[in-house]
Structures are given as structure tokens and as C-alpha cells.
Nanobody
Framework: QVQLVESGGGSVQAGGSLRLSCAASGYTGSRDCVGWFRQVPGKEREGVAKIFTGNGATNYADSVKGRFTLSQDNAKNTLYLQMNSLRPEDTALYYC??????????????????WGQGTQVTVSS
């Protein structure tokens, strides 16, 4: 069973930065595609970014391009989301997710199989 544990959330002012971490354990075959989603109350989960852990290829939502960056530490089985120039609209509960690289898409949360518990990010103006 794949387990994902997020950390690094917190409260910052607009323009600030945070780095989220996603530590993965368990069967790694299903974590060949790892992504970040975010959700605010009353709205659907929104895809933020994903990475194919095999070749490092990344994909970002338009709303975060140029501000958020994915990276990975394979030795630690950990994925990082560096978030710069944060805006109040980035406020959400951020989830790490893993799934098959064949199907995963940040356009659909259903394409990811495993989920972490989430970490809260709050950006104040």
C-alpha cells in the first residue's frame, strides 16, 4: 500500500514562499506519477502540478506556471513543491497524490489512486 505524507504548509503573506513535501512509502510502482492538488471548501479539487518520477517530466496548471516548481529526491522518496510569489487565491488544502503514469492527469483527480491527508496553505493579503 502506497502511503503519502504531506508537510510544509503554513501561513504566509502574499508574495511569500513555502515548500511542501510529500514523503512516499510502500509500493513505488504506483507512484511513477505524483501530483499536487488543492481544494477549498465548496469547490472541486484542482490539479496544480504533476511529475513523472521516472524521467522528471513535469506539468503545471496555468495558474501556477512560473511560480511553483516541482522537484524530487529519489533517495528520500520525497517530492517537493516550491511555491513562490504566493497569492491569496493560492489558499487551500494541498494534497499529494500518486497514480499510474499511463492515466494520471492534473485535469482529473480521479486519475490518481493514492492520496495524502493534506496540508493547509494560507496566504494573506
Amino acid at each position: 500500500q502506497v502511503q503519502l505524507v504531506e508537510s510544509g504548509g503554513g501561513s504566509v503573506q502574499a508574495g511569500g514562499s513555502l515548500r511542501l513535501s510529500c514523503a512516499a512509502s510502500g509500493y513505488t510502482g504506483s507512484r511513477d506519477c505524483v501530483g499536487w492538488f488543492r481544494q477549498v471548501p465548496g469547490k472541486e479539487r484542482e490539479g496544480v502540478a504533476k511529475i513523472f518520477t521516472g524521467n522528471g517530466a513535469t506539468n503545471y496548471a496555468d495558474s501556477v506556471k512560473g511560480r511553483f516548481t516541482l522537484s524530487q529526491d529519489n533517495a528520500k522518496n520525497t517530492l517537493y513543491l516550491q511555491m513562490n510569489s504566493l497569492r491569496p487565491e493560492d489558499t487551500a488544502l494541498y494534497y499529494c497524490a500518486a497514480g499510474s503514469p499511463v492515466y494520471c492527469s492534473i485535469a482529473s483527480a480521479q486519475t490518481f489512486t493514492y492520496w495524502g491527508q493534506g496540508t493547509q496553505v494560507t496566504v494573506s493579503s
